[in-house]
């Protein structure tokens, strides 16, 4: 049971990426609509409460499952299903997964000025400035190259969530805990950086 609450992420993946490929076009054509749904969600949630929205909210994995449908869409090959069903709605997913952390935020945030993992933290805050250019309207006013150049700080986010979600860290001890029961998130990281070498050096071709 442990193990499967420690990558619960894994299980919401498909149930989300089913869901995005029936209401995909709608999440593009009303973006406001849907981003205003997730702020009135996560407040609902934290509210409740309950043990279904512990395991899935609270604990972070619902967020993590979009943030990783994100990531595997850079290892995918650019006119496959998965990018197809995920390209349009990329920034769409990393700003739901943004504000479905509120809850696991606050109800944690007592232990992150502690020194208890607070990686997170960090993560979340730089992720801010990322989420605002994802916004169609934000990002269409920003020149090509200088979004992109922005956005090679997601590559700095996911790292950090990584060590968040694989690594047990206490600053004021300086204790650092590899989590094993994490193995899937540590086996996801190293293929996706295996297939991105073996693209960079022209080994298999993604495009």
Do not use: C
């Amino acid at each position: 049971m442990d193990f499967l609450l420690n990558n619960l992420a894994f299980i919401i993946i498909p149930f989300i990426y089913i869901s995005i490929f029936m209401i995909g076009k709608y999440i593009v054509e009303y973006q406001f609509h849907f981003i205003a749904l997730a702020f009135i969600l996560s407040f609902v949630f934290y509210l409740i409460g309950g043990q279904f929205l512990e395991w899935t909210v609270f604990s972070g994995h619902f967020s993590l499952a979009l943030f990783i449908l994100v990531m595997l869409a850079g290892v995918m090959k650019k006119n496959g299903i998965y990018r197809s069903v995920i390209d349009p709605v990329r920034g769409d997913l990393s700003l739901y997964g943004f504000i479905y952390l509120l809850p696991h935020i606050f109800t944690r945030f007592d232990m992150y000025i502690n020194g208890f993992n607070p990686i997170g933290s960090i993560a979340y805050l730089l992720m801010i400035p990322l989420l605002v250019t994802s916004i169609r309207n934000v990002k269409k006013n920003i020149e090509t190259e200088k979004w992109q150049e922005m956005h090679k700080l997601g590559y700095v986010v996911y790292f950090l969530i990584y060590i968040h979600v694989g690594f047990r860290i206490n600053i004021n001890n300086f204790e650092v805990t590899i989590l094993e029961i994490s193995w899937p998130f540590h086996l996801t990281l190293i293929v996706y950086l295996i297939i991105k070498l073996l693209n960079r050096f022209k080994l298999i071709k993604l495009k």
